[in-house]
């Protein structure tokens, strides 16, 4: 176990770095510079401001002294949005909004999305069934910012009981209602889906056949030994889903104008704020990573069988 730890953390660190080089290429790749504006200041101007924040030097080289800060912890300070902050404390500031929201959609969808799975796998071929993999099917067509803006057309407004906009200063449970039904409504529909199809296959194995033969009652034998079996793909997607759930639902913080991490990097996509952009893209790469090692590790414990050695090589 600590040979396979130990190798999945250095496999983390280089994904993590290769994450780092591609987004600092493409993000300078894109046409434009944090200088553009209604008010474009004159071409002296912008080579001083290049001057200033290292813009002007070749981007290999701008590239190895930015790996060099990140590996001290350092990812620079915004250069648009809130000038010479540091890029940690915008995230440390951001971050806990969207992972408030994401933790509450992540945890409605699974709590609802299990047992749905396990009711359709159950009765299926029955109206239930069909009726649940029709709700699904339609969860998983429709994007975030659909469901986002037809909870806000129906459920806000004047006489309405969930308001219109996030409070900022006192937000109250009301404002979390909609935005973490608008996050959790795919998830849940997917993790159905794929609770369905994996507690199918369980139910047909000789085990599950065995025990029914010695006559365990039949939520016995679906909850406590089918259901371990089909978790393990359920948790398969659980790893970035979560990681990508509590870092924010960069559309669905934008329709309801929630001042979370998710909102802010879409912002400072569209300002070419470039430690932003990087310091955001790191902290999200690195979140997903962690979150996968999660996962493996839990499926040893799910099933006590899977060999992580063997499966690390």
């Known amino acids: ?6 190798k999945r953390v250095f496999m983390a660190l280089l994904t993590v770095l290769i994450v780092a080089c591609i987004t600092f290429f493409l993000m300078h790749a ?17 080579d001083a401001l290049n001057e200033k924040y290292g813009l002007d030097k070749p981007l290999h080289v701008q590239l190895g002294k930015y790996l060099a800060n990140m590996l001290r912890g350092d990812f620079g300070k915004s250069i648009k949005m809130q000038k010479n902050r540091e890029v940690a404390t915008i995230i440390a500031e951001k971050f806990p909004v969207s992972a408030k929201i994401g933790a509450i959609a992540i945890l409605w969808a699974v709590i609802v999305a299990v047992p749905l799975g396990c009711l359709s796998a159950y009765k299926r071929a029955t109206w239930i069934d069909s009726t649940l993999r029709v709700i699904c099917t339609i969860g998983i067509s429709m994007p975030g910012f659909v469901v986002a803006t037809v909870l806000l057309l129906t459920l806000t407004g004047q006489g309405k009981f ?5 409070n900022v200063n006192d937000p109250s449970w009301r404002n979390y ?11 849940m529909c997917y993790l159905a889906r794929q609770t369905r199809t994996a507690m199918l296959d369980a139910i047909n194995q000789e085990y599950i056949k065995t025990a029914r033969a010695k006559g365990l009652k039949t939520g016995k034998t679906i909850f406590k030994h089918a259901l371990r079996n089909a978790l393990i793909p359920v948790i398969t997607y659980l790893g970035p889903q979560v990681a990508f ?5 960069f559309v669905v913080e934008k329709v309801f104008s929630i001042p979370g991490l998710g909102q802010y990097f879409v912002m400072s996509i569209q300002a070419r704020d470039y430690p932003v952009i990087m310091g955001t893209t790191i902290f999200l790469a690195t979140f997903i990573v962690i979150m996968n090692l999660v996962v493996d590790l839990l499926y040893k414990v799910v099933d006590p069988r899977i060999n992580l050695e063997k499966g690390g090589n």
């Open 177 to 187: 209602v909609l935005p973490c039904l608008s996050l959790g409504f795919y998830p």
């Open 162 to 166: 969930f308001p219109t906009t996030w």
């Open 1 to 6: 176990m600590p040979k396979y730890i130990a």
């Open 30 to 46: 894109i046409p434009g510079n944090p200088w553009l504006s209604d008010k474009t200041p004159s071409q002296s101007v912008i």
């Open 245 to 249: 759930t509590l870092c924010g639902g």
